[in-house]
C-alpha cells in the first residue's frame, strides 16, 4: 500500500489544474467606491505629499481589478499628481502621490470607465511662499551691491504651476517684455521657497534663431519647438529684405531647451501674426 500511495502522490502533482482570472463584468459603483487621502494637510513645498487610494467595486459590491483610473484636482495645474499605479490591483485599489507649491485646499476626484465616484479626498496645503506675488509676476532678488556677482541680475517668470521660470538672457527677454519696470524684488528665503521649472524659451514668431554651429536658421514657435526656414526667400517674405538682421544665436548650452518641428517651406506654414497671437504668456507657452 505504500508504494500505491507514492505512485498516487505523483499523478496528483503531475496532472495540470486550470485556473483562470476572474473579472467583474458588473459597471463601477459610484457610490460605494472610495477615495481616500493618507494625509489630509500638507506643507506647500513640492515635497510633502500624501498618498491617495481609489477603491473601486462594483454594483455586485465586489473589487474591479485591472481597471484604469483617472484622479484630478478641483485646482488642475496648481497640484501635482504622481501616478504609482492608475491600474487597480486584485483589491481593486490604485495608488497616486499628490503635492502642491501651493497654498489653498484640493479636492481630489477619481473617474473610472467615464464615471466620476461620488465620494472624494480632500487635502489643504499651507506653509507655501508668504511674499504677496501671483501668477505671471516677473520676479528677481535684491541687488547685494556687488557688481561682482550675477545671482541678484536673474530675472524670473511666475508660473500658474508655482514655479519660476529663468530667462537665459536679455535677448530672449525682450521678445516677451518691452522693458523691466515690472519685475517685482523679493527676499532671498522666498525665492528659495520656488523651484526652478525651467527656461524660457523665445517667444513664437518673435525672431529667426540659429546654432553657433549649425548653418541652418529657425524660427520659434509655441512651446520652444524651432522650424527651420528653408530658403532665404521665406526668411525674406516673414521678416522682410533685412531678415538678416534678425537673427539671434543660441549658444549650444541651451540646445535641450528646444525641439525641432516641421520644416517652413512658405511663409503661408507659418503666418507670424498667428503665431505670436497664439503664444500670448510664458504660461501658455509651457503648456500650462
Known sequence: MKRLSVLLASLLVLTPVAVSAQYSSAAVDPANSRVSADKTALKAD??????????????????????????????????EIHVENDMTDSLGKAHFRVFSLKDGTAVFTATVNGVQLQRTATVTYSGGISFPIADGDLIKIPDDGNTATLNDTAVYFYAKNGRRYVFSNEKVYFTWYNDFSNVKTIPIDQMSLIPIGGNVTYKAGSKLVKFQTDPKTYLPTKGG?????????????????????????????????YTFGTPVASALDAPLDILTTGDGTIDVDKGL
Open 46 to 79: 513640492g515635497i510633502d505629499n500624501a498618498e491617495v487610494t481609489v477603491t473601486v467595486h462594483d454594483t455586485n459590491l465586489g473589487s474591479m481589478v485591472n481597471t484604469k483610473v483617472v484622479l484630478a484636482s478641483s485646482r488642475g495645474t496648481l497640484d
Open 225 to 257: 519647438v524651432l522650424r527651420w526656414v528653408q530658403t532665404e526667400d521665406v526668411a525674406k517674405n516673414l521678416f522682410g529684405a533685412n531678415w538678416n538682421t534678425k537673427v539671434d544665436d543660441i549658444t549650444e548650452a541651451f540646445y535641450v531647451n
